[in-house]
């Protein structure tokens, strides 16, 4: 097949980009201790629902017993991959954690923050702080996204999204991820416009407070729109769309999370670029947009069977990794 010389030469400088990336990884790469334990768990079987459950279970459970009994059943599927003394120290933690668990869930949960430290961060205000400028220090830029997006009712959500504009406010935080999802509880798509009115109503005092400032070199705010699974695809573009349609927001830079291992995300891509092209040609600022491979597969699945139609997602990774490239 016969490329125009305008897509080969494309092609050309994409691939030269891709191992320039490559090389200066690299070159820049340091071996995490804790990203390679991490990495060993994650191989076993057992490692991804381990390390899931640890996090949601024993690390954000408020309750010190509730926590105490998800490491008696979580003690059981311990990784193999996992060093010795970690394993020992889990299946011990297992054992005398409904004994002692005032002294057993700390030590567990310092342990697990050990070795997923590299990617979670501590957000109360001091231990944050101190996180964020030793990451900052060599001039990177952090997109930061608080945990726990599934709320479970509009309290909830309401308190997410406030710590989501406490977030914005400090001064040494300029980008941060939000859902839709997390910002409100009772999503139904079945009435469509009246839930993306609502999402936008409740997300328009954020996008503002970063709107005012666009004019202030330096400390200017951005709002990347995130999203959690198909289900919240089509709403999370039109609310993404509405929001930058608002004239009040129309200088303010943001942007917006599509998932490729969903089939629609070229289509997805195409109506945000086009949107984009169009508000930036009518004066607006530029949009971002963010592709990721996805990783709420397990969930995905979930829902396809309790329902009883296939999953939304591709096939496998092999087919995931393919329609990144795609959409590339």
């Given amino acids: 097949m016969n490329l125009p010389v305008e897509l080969a030469t494309l092609t050309e400088q994409s691939v030269e980009k891709v191992r320039s990336w490559l ?37 954000r459970t408020e309750d010190i017993h509730a926590a105490a009994h998800a490491l008696n059943e979580l003690g059981a599927i311990a990784p193999a991959t996992m060093s010795f003394l ?19 869930v700390p030590a567990a949960r310092a342990r697990i923050r050990q070795m997923v430290g590299h990617m979670i961060v501590d957000a109360r205000d001091k231990p944050f702080g101190r996180a964020i400028a030793e990451l900052q220090g060599d001039g990177n830029r952090l997109n930061i996204n608080l945990l726990g997006e599934a709320v479970l009712g509009e309290k909830e959500a309401l308190k997410h999204l406030d710590d989501a504009r406490r977030l914005l406010r400090r001064p040494d935080v300029d980008y941060v991820s939000i859902k839709v999802s997390s910002v409100a509880s009772q999503i139904s798509l079945w009435g469509f416009e009246e839930t993306v009115e609502t999402v936008v109503k409740r997300l328009l005092p954020l996008y503002e407070e ?3 400032t666009v004019d202030t070199p330096g400390s200017t705010k951005f709002i990347n729109l995130d999203m959690e699974e198909y289900g919240d695809l089509h709403l999370t573009i039109a609310v993404f769309k509405r929001l930058m349609a608002m004239p009040e927001l129309k200088k303010l830079e943001a942007g917006i999370v599509l998932q490729a291992y969903l089939p629609d995300a070229l289509v997805s891509l195409q109506e945000v670029a086009t949107f984009a092209a169009e508000r930036a040609a009518d004066g607006g600022a530029e949009l971002k947009v963010r592709l990721v491979k996805g990783a709420n597969l397990p969930m995905e699945h979930v829902h396809a069977e309790i329902a009883g139609w296939p999953s939304a997602t591709m096939p496998s990774k092999q087919a995931t990794d393919a329609n990144y490239k795609r959409v590339l």
């Fill in 23 to 59: 090389e200066y990884s690299k070159q820049e790469s340091v071996p995490n201790a804790a990203a390679e334990r991490l990495a060993a768990v994650l191989q076993d079987p057992n490692g991804l629902e381990f390390t899931v459950g640890f996090v949601d279970r024993v690390v």
């Fill in 86 to 104: 970690d394993r020992a120290q889990i299946q011990a933690g297992s054992l005398l954690g409904r004994a002692l668990p005032q002294v057993v």
């Fill in 210 to 212: 970063a709107a005012a």
